[in-house]
């Protein structure tokens, strides 16, 4: 009989100390459920149970440092985002610059072409000699005219560098926009 009531104690005990350890446990696991790494178990002894409190502790902490690190890098990345979107900014400004003035040009060499041909046909009309200033304005004409050419084709380089640098803003704003939800993501983390 008293053999019975020890073994009664005795595992009364043992279910109380596995109950009491496995309630530990359960309140860290609900604590990571809701991300709050803040928490971590207390831990009294070094059987199974607390070898087991110590590597969800060391779990919790690396987990904690790899967020942090996250949150670093992508802070990082944010600042880089902006920082090359003011970058391409600034580019497709100075492009527009230049796009205009390659416009003014165009249109100042138009108006040079028109003229050149205006004196050229009353040049016809003319002696002899005046043939010949008539063959030079033709030449002045026809290079004018690669002039213009010459410029049209920049204009188009111009117009291809505008679509790249346009590509590189939204690659800069889809940058930044993946840096931000990450931020949200990191942020929902409570360490």
Request: no cysteine.
């Amino acid at each position: 009989m008293i053999g019975l009531l020890i073994a009664i104690g005795t595992g009364f005990i043992i279910s109380n100390y596995i109950n009491k350890n496995l309630s530990k446990i359960t309140a860290l696991a609900k604590n990571l459920a809701e991300f709050d790494f803040s928490v971590p178990m207390v831990v009294t002894a070094m059987d199974e149970f607390g070898q087991t409190g110590t590597a969800l502790n060391k779990s919790i902490e690396n987990v904690s440092n790899l967020i942090k690190i996250i949150i670093e890098k992508s802070q990082d990345m944010s600042s880089s985002s902006e920082e090359l979107s003011a970058t391409v900014e600034e580019i497709t400004s100075k492009t527009e610059e230049i796009y205009e003035a390659v416009v003014d040009i165009t249109n100042e060499m138009v108006e040079a072409s028109s003229s050149s041909e205006e004196i050229a046909s009353m040049s016809e009309e003319l002696t002899a000699t005046a043939g010949q200033v008539t063959e030079a304005v033709r030449g002045m004409s026809e290079t004018t005219q690669k002039s213009s050419e010459n410029i049209e084709r920049i204009k188009i380089s111009v117009d291809e560098t505008s679509k790249a640098i346009e590509q590189i803003a939204e690659t800069a704003q889809s940058q930044a926009e993946f840096a931000l939800n990450l931020n949200d993501i990191v942020n929902k983390f409570k360490i």
